[in-house]
């Protein structure tokens, strides 16, 4: 639940009440403060209703709105006085039960009163955003023609439960079937999405970051528009692998993209950004060396001399001497190995050089051919 308090900030559609220390035109800046002043006010000495509405600044939540509060404080020297919250949600302004501060905070006392709704009064129905962006707030105040009534604060808080976009899905569990189903369109990471018979994905996956060990024993499918999806590592299907949508020329790598009945049709294998051990490879594949480069705030980074890569076989042999790395984009390398069916079987060596004006950074891995 996010809750957030809204204030005045304008003059709204009525200003009614008689008298207000900052003078005509300006009552709304005596009821804003965040802490009440008590100082500066809206008053009356009437025996007649007055009263005044404030616009409010535009909201910056989002969500489902659960309920609006509205809040007041107030004070009278006379017990035969009133007061009412006021809001205005479309055309229909909506007055609260009248409220006696005399009797129920004493004489010349300062009090605060507040009112919830859950619907718009306007229609019955949800809030909506654009009910809270058109809302006016404001109060209503009746004296006994010699008394003086005061108001110094009025506010509004608008309760949401915000959307939810889940920033790390990790080991979803589901012993025949697991979907996601909808908008996965901001969806940071979906790591270790385990289904025994079967793993879905649907929906706009635009601008997912990272799938990273995605596992169906009986079908796996990525269905949708996975346009800007940065890496996909270890996903499995070892019945069928489906990945269907458009991924431009912003998919970065895909790494380890296996199907044990359709491996036939699958010619990208690529290894884990440099620093971990890279999965086992069948001798005549081609291993897609990757390396990320980041300054000291975590930020992609070429540096000054580029990246070279070094790998050696199992035996200690020279396979790749100090070769420059191609450059994806900022920050990002491969080198593609293409192994042969003659190479040996065992650890190969991977080591990363990365040269940035005089600072020299060394990064290694290994990767087994089989």
């Avoid at 930020?299 to 070094?310: L, W, Y």
């Amino acid at each position: 639940m996010v809750t957030e308090i809204l204030r005045p900030n304008a003059t709204g559609d009525e200003e009614g009440i008689a008298n207000a220390d900052s003078g005509a035109g300006n009552h709304w800046q005596d009821v804003d403060e965040v802490e009440a002043d008590t100082i500066t006010a809206v008053w009356t000495i009437s025996a007649t209703d007055e009263r005044d509405l404030y616009n409010l600044p535009a909201s910056s939540e989002s969500g489902t709105i659960s309920k609006i509060t509205l809040y007041w404080r107030v004070k009278t020297n006379t017990s035969t006085t009133y007061t009412k919250g006021v809001i205005k949600s479309d055309s229909t302004v909506t007055l609260t039960a009248a409220k006696n501060p005399y009797t129920d905070f004493g004489a010349n006392t300062w009090g605060t009163y507040s009112n919830i709704w859950t619907t718009n009064p306007a229609d019955g129905e949800a809030w909506e955003q654009t009910d809270i962006d058109g809302l006016q707030i404001g109060v209503l105040l009746r004296s006994d023609g010699s008394g003086t009534y005061r108001c110094t604060q009025v506010y509004v808080e608008v309760d949401y439960t915000p959307p939810y976009v889940p920033q790390l899905f990790y080991q979803n569990v589901g012993q025949h079937i697991l979907a996601i189903v909808g908008a996965v369109g901001s969806r940071k990471v979906v790591l270790g999405l385990v289904g025994q018979g079967r793993v879905r994905m649907a929906g706009g996956l635009s601008s997912a970051k990272s799938f990273n060990r995605i596992v169906g024993q009986g079908a796996m499918a990525i269905i949708g528009m996975p346009s800007t999806i940065k890496r996909i590592h270890w996903l499995v299907g070892q019945s069928t692998l489906m990945i269907r949508g458009t991924f431009k020329t912003t998919l970065d790598r895909i790494l380890k993209i296996l199907s044990l009945h359709t491996a036939e049709n699958l010619n990208i294998i690529c290894a884990p950004i440099g620093g971990s051990n890279m999965p086992d490879f069948i001798a005549g594949e081609t291993v897609i060396c990757s390396l990320g480069v980041q300054d000291e705030e975590g930020a992609p980074k070429d540096p000054t001399k580029g990246v070279k890569i070094t790998i050696t076989d199992p035996q200690g042999n020279t396979m790749v001497d100090e070769e420059n790395m191609t450059r994806d984009e900022l920050g990002e390398y491969h080198h593609d190995y293409n192994s042969s069916s003659t190479d040996s079987v065992g650890a190969y060596g991977v080591k990363y050089t990365t040269i940035d004006g005089t600072r020299i950074t060394i990064a290694e891995t290994s990767f087994t051919v089989q």
